[in-house]
């Protein structure tokens, strides 16, 4: 049965779970792993985060164990801080009534069976017994694992209505584990679509997030507009909108790709809704203002060039083009030139030290960016070159 015991062990946070489990079993308490890790192992594949579930209350956790944080001990979260590593611990729980499609009012400590049906997705309802080695499984999810099923747990409407970041997961975890959406989930969320917009910015940026770099990208987007969730949230995505297959390692970078045809005014509304960093922002405003118009930045001289590109969003709108075949030569050319480079461009040779009374206002600019395309362009090759050039320049 135990081929997802080597996965689980192969893990580098296992060492502080079997800690973990240790002292909460010697102590009498139950303890499982649960949700994702346990799905992840049945489908052999390694988990990112090894997470318990326990009959511990947040408060006889935090008894035992030495380091202990606080995530939020009136939903029964809590962090253990053992050997290195950092691990929720969760008491097993049912949550109370949803008023506000986000968090139950309240939640009561309860058993395995109950906090199985809290759960979202079948899939993601998984205990693995730490002591006995079996799969704790109360709501069919190895049945749907085996189908290769999105399915919720209990009545799919209900499910959504309680919390609506759901839907967003929905279409997010089919995409990740590449998995049909079960008929009657994917009807609730067609259904439901609309309560998508309660979804917090940071919420719906993280799942978004999650959802471009899944492993079927194209399903996860399909699904978004099937169920008229894209509709939701960004109305002016047409359905006939190709994901590439060019995919980044950041979210922004993955959220440029998606927001790359957008006009400019439903760029910005899609940039405020996603509720991100200055950084994020910039890097997809750089990305799209380059993909508008690629020949106006490649039709610059050189210096230009490398300097824009010292803006992660316009690298990053480069290398697109790049893989996609457009302009091939020039963009392998200027990319390899800034590469060459390493990690950063070189400082200036001159500064407006050395213009002190020698020019005014505006000149000094240009004539100290002259100065520096000239050296990012291989003309001037050290200071002493730079020097002669400016005497020249100011003659
Ligand atoms: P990932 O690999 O993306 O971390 P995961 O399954 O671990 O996947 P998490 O978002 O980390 O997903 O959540 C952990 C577990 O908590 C889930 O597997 C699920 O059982 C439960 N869960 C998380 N969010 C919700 C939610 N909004 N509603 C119901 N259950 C949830
Ligand atoms: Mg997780």
Not at 177 to 184: G, I, K, Q
Not at 251 to 276: G, H, P, T, V
Request: glycine fraction near 8%; charged fraction near 25%; proline fraction near 4%.
């Amino acid at each position: 049965m135990d081929q997802v015991r080597p996965i689980l062990q192969s893990h580098p946070h296992w060492p502080a779970v079997e800690a973990i489990y240790h002292r909460l079993t010697e102590n009498g308490y139950k303890a499982f792993l649960a949700g994702g890790c346990v799905r992840d192992a049945l489908l052999g594949v390694k988990a990112n985060d090894l997470d318990i579930a326990t009959n511990a209350t947040p408060d006889q956790i935090e008894g035992l164990f030495e380091k202990t944080i606080n995530v939020g001990k009136v939903f029964g979260v809590m962090r253990v801080l053992i050997g290195g590593a950092d691990i929720e611990v969760a008491t097993f729980r049912n949550d109370g009534v949803y008023q506000d499609g986000r968090r139950p009012d309240n939640v009561e400590f309860s058993s395995p069976e109950e906090d199985a049906e809290r759960r979202d997705f079948t899939v993601n309802a998984l205990f693995y017994d730490l002591e006995n080695h079996q799969i704790l499984d109360f709501v069919k999810g190895q049945e749907d694992l085996k189908k290769q099923l999105l399915r919720t747990v209990g009545d799919a409407k209900k499910r959504f209505t309680e919390d609506h970041l759901r839907l967003l997961r929905g279409a997010r975890f089919a995409a990740q584990l590449d998995f049909a959406v079960e008929p009657a989930t994917l009807a609730a969320m067609k259904e439901l679509s609309a309560m998508v917009k309660t979804v917090s910015g940071e919420r719906l940026r993280d799942e978004m997030g999650k959802l471009l770099k899944a492993k079927n990208v194209p399903l996860g987007l399909r699904i978004l507009q099937e169920t008229n969730l894209q509709e939701a949230l960004f109305p002016w995505r047409g359905p006939d909108v190709e994901w590439t297959a060019y995919s980044g390692c950041e979210i922004w970078q993955n959220l440029s790709l998606f927001l790359r045809k957008a006009q400019d005014s439903d760029l910005q509304k899609s940039l405020d809704l996603l509720r991100l960093s200055t950084k994020e922002r910039r890097g997809i405003e750089d990305a799209w203002n380059l993909w508008q118009n690629p020949e106006a930045f490649l039709s610059q001289r050189l210096g230009f060039q490398l300097q824009l590109l010292q803006k992660p969003g316009k690298l990053w709108a480069l290398e697109v083009l790049m893989k996609e075949g457009l302009h091939q030569d020039l963009i392998l050319a200027v990319l390899t030139t800034f590469k060459s480079f390493g990690e950063e461009l070189p400082k200036p040779f001159l500064s407006g030290e050395d213009l002190k009374g020698k020019l005014q206002g505006p000149a000094i600019g240009q004539c100290l960016q002259e100065a520096y395309n000239l050296q990012l362009e291989g003309q001037l090759k050290d200071r002493a070159q730079a020097v002669k050039w400016l005497e020249k320049y100011l003659h």
